[in-house]
């Protein structure tokens, strides 16, 4: 059965593509409009068109499904709808035509709301030093729960280590800060951390390539006119660029470095109206710095938001050489909108320069402090990646009810006063004694977005592709790369060089990388599903590379420790970053024999790696 929210969205978007021409915002005919619950329910001047529960006495069925000659046939002109598209409103108005009143809409804030709120934090009390615990700890008495317990100094190491550089820690690194007494210690791997500049850039471009598109190889990079900012991108996560700056950088690019987020939109081509390369652009910018979603409207006057066709069409102007003719549902209305911003309380447009200085200006607009829409995504982007669920989910749906406004006002406040710095935040964030607590399972992602969503704690997550495509390179080998000959399984010819690991961020995408999540990035992606699927399940099993890795780490391991126990043993520190109890080691034994071989080894290997606590994010 369809789930109520996925039905209305459906209908909606059957009423957008077939019924708006006729029956929306601007012409409504028979005064019947479709476009708003209002409005359906309402009925036109021949009376309702709905009889809710009774799809047969419903007058809106009964005229879609007329022959096209009979002058009561609807839609009058143009294609008529489909059988699926009729069974599914047949099926809406059988369950009672729900149209849930919380429809995600735009808020139009005056000057004064749209610039970074900061609210007043509760005073500091024992445990509550971070302001963003002060803040949470509103939110649980309110309703009502108690803190979860922290995770232990072994879990938080690891979490700290995947999160910000996205590697596990070496077995010496988590003995050493296990018995560290320093009460600050947590703080001060947090900051070392974050100074390990290229660990951390290449970490966190993962994130940002898929935010911006960009990659390596892929539709578009030989003659589709689109190419990396990969260079450009890895410099400005290295220095740790302030966001405004990286920002107003790949709106308005100083020179070709940081261009191909802009222009390289071009890649695509024009499919439609909807699609073509300044509405591309509009869609991009929106979504990545401001969490709207303009696709709908790009259309057609949106069915998921208040945005409206001409809003699209007026923000797609300034990435225009000319004015565009807005087209709705790719057909010509003859109509313009003019050259404007989103959120015109941040200023005008000049619509007769050029596309360069309207970029420029479009960049100034954006990145100005009053622009709180700006912060406030780019704060709920990094809690949702540290934390498992942003603050607002999806964080592309920026109008949705955050849970906290409190602390999402208070994070964008006090990011732009402390220079757009992005390390900065993460600090916070992976400091706070939220952070910190025990991981919360999620019964499917369904419930991250849910209107009744309860804050409990971090989100127990799955290792990127990324992070375990570079747990297995690590740990197939017993010793790293300064002693021995390191095997690649992302090269083509998978051979031996006496040269560190590629880090799987930096290679092209394959197989084994699709199957764990990395997606092709010909569009935005913001977020990645966390789900383990079909194909994961093949790779981990029967993926080529993968088994090719776990071959030939397993005769390393076999040559350098020898021993059945001391495969185990550093096995599992190096894995898990602890020991092997003593049921674990009793089994791994009873695979491994006596006498261990090479494929027995390899078993071993690849169960560790299979293990719930190797995979996930605890």
Same mark, same amino acid.
């Given at each position: 059965p369809k789930k109520i929210a996925d039905l209305n969205l459906e209908v909606r978007s059957i009423f957008a593509h077939n019924c708006y021409k006729c029956h929306g915002s601007a012409k409504v005919k028979g005064k019947l409009r479709l476009d708003t619950k209002e409005y359906v329910f309402k009925g036109g001047e021949s009376g309702d068109v709905l009889s809710v529960g009774h799809p047969a006495k419903s007058e809106m069925l009964r005229r879609l499904k007329l022959p096209r000659d009979d002058e009561d046939s609807m839609p009058p002109k143009g294609k008529t709808l489909s059988k699926t598209e009729i069974a599914t409103l047949e099926l809406w108005i059988k369950m009672g035509a729900p149209w849930p009143d919380s429809l995600q809409e735009r808020s139009l804030f005056p000057l004064a709301e749209l610039a970074p709120r900061k609210p007043v934090v509760p005073p500091d009390q024992p445990g509550l030093s971070n302001p963003i615990d002060r803040l949470v700890d509103v939110y649980f008495q309110k309703k009502d729960i108690s803190w979860p317990e922290s995770v232990d100094d072994r879990l938080y190491m690891r979490r700290v280590y995947l999160d910000i550089i996205g590697l596990l820690p070496d077995p010496e690194e988590v003995n050493d800060f296990l018995v560290d007494p320093n009460p600050g210690k947590r703080q001060a791997l947090v900051k070392d951390l974050l100074s390990r500049n290229d660990d951390y850039a290449q970490n966190w471009l993962s994130f940002w390539n898929d935010a911006l598109r960009n990659d390596y190889t892929g539709t578009g990079y030989i003659t589709g006119g689109r190419f990396a900012i990969t260079d450009w991108l890895y410099e400005s996560?290295?220095?740790?660029?302030?966001?405004?700056?990286?920002?107003?950088?790949?709106?308005?690019?100083?020179?070709?470095?940081?261009?191909?987020?802009?222009?390289?939109?071009?890649?695509?081509?024009?499919?439609?109206?909807?699609?073509?390369?300044?509405?591309?652009?509009?869609?991009?910018?929106?979504?990545?710095?401001?969490?709207?979603?303009?696709?709908?409207?790009?259309?057609?006057?949106?069915?998921?938001?208040?945005?409206?066709?001409?809003?699209?069409?007026?923000? =797609?102007?300034? +990435? /225009? &050489?000319?004015?565009?003719? @807005?087209?709705?549902?790719?057909? $010509?209305?003859?109509?313009?909108?003019?050259?404007?911003?989103?959120?015109?309380?941040?200023?005008?447009?000049?619509?007769?320069?050029?596309?360069?200085?309207?970029?420029?200006?479009?960049?100034?607009?954006?990145?100005?402090?009053?622009?709180?829409?700006?912060?406030?995504?780019?704060?709920?982007?990094?809690?949702?990646?540290?934390?498992?669920?942003?603050?607002?989910?999806?964080?592309?749906?920026?109008?949705?009810?955050?849970?906290?406004?409190?602390?999402?006002?208070?994070?964008?406040?006090?990011?732009?006063?402390?220079?757009?710095?992005?390390?900065?935040?993460?600090?916070?964030?992976?400091?706070?004694?939220?952070?910190?607590?025990?991981?919360?399972?999620?019964?499917?992602?369904?419930?991250?977005?849910?209107?009744?969503?309860?804050?409990?704690?971090?989100?127990?997550?799955?290792?990127? =592709?990324?992070? +375990? /495509? &570079?747990?297995?390179?690590? @740990?197939?080998?017993?010793?790293? $790369?300064?002693?021995?000959?390191?095997?690649?399984?992302?090269?083509?010819?998978?051979?031996?060089?006496?040269?560190?690991?590629?880090?799987?961020?930096?290679?092209?995408n394959d197989g084994f990388l699709t199957a764990l999540g990395r997606p092709n990035r010909e569009n935005v992606l913001t977020s990645r599903s966390t789900q383990a699927n079909l194909l994961q399940a093949l790779e981990l099993t029967n993926g080529e590379r993968f088994n090719q890795a776990l071959e030939h780490g397993a005769k390393q391991w076999l040559d350098h420790y020898g021993s059945g126990e001391a495969i185990v043993s550093n096995l599992y520190k190096q894995a898990l970053g602890r020991d092997a109890n003593s049921d674990e080691m009793k089994l791994a034994m009873t695979v491994l024999g006596d006498k261990p071989e090479a494929g027995a080894v390899e078993d071993l290997l690849w169960a560790v790696m299979l293990l719930p606590e190797f995979q996930l994010i605890y």
């Open positions: 996560l290295k220095e740790n660029k302030p966001y405004d700056v990286f920002v107003r950088q790949l709106i308005s690019p100083p020179d070709k470095r940081s261009a191909g987020f802009i222009k390289g939109i071009r890649w695509r081509g024009t499919v439609n109206a909807s699609q073509r390369t300044e509405m591309q652009a509009a869609q991009n910018i929106s979504q990545v710095f401001l969490g709207i979603n303009l696709k709908c409207a790009s259309c057609h006057d949106s069915f998921v938001s208040d945005w409206k066709l001409r809003d699209a069409y007026a923000f =797609a102007n300034i +990435f /225009a &050489d000319s004015t565009l003719e @807005i087209n709705r549902c790719d057909v $010509p209305t003859g109509k313009l909108a003019g050259t404007r911003i989103l959120f015109t309380e941040l200023g005008a447009i000049d619509s007769t320069v050029s596309v360069d200085e309207k970029l420029k200006q479009l960049a100034q607009f954006l990145t100005a402090p009053a622009n709180g829409r700006l912060y406030r995504t780019i704060v709920n982007r990094i809690w949702g990646q540290l934390m498992g669920r942003g603050i607002i989910a999806p964080a592309d749906l920026m109008d949705n009810p955050p849970w906290s406004q409190d602390l999402l006002d208070w994070l964008a406040s006090d990011f732009v006063e402390n220079g757009n710095n992005l390390k900065d935040l993460i600090y916070k964030i992976t400091t706070s004694r939220a952070y910190q607590t025990r991981s919360v399972e999620i019964p499917g992602e369904d419930a991250l977005t849910a209107e009744d969503y309860v804050f409990r704690g971090m989100h127990r997550r799955r290792l990127s =592709a990324e992070q +375990f /495509a &570079d747990a297995v390179s690590r @740990i197939v080998f017993p010793v790293y $790369p300064d002693t021995i000959k390191v095997f690649d399984p992302y090269k083509e010819s998978g051979n031996e060089d006496n040269v560190p690991y590629a880090r799987a961020v930096l290679v092209k």
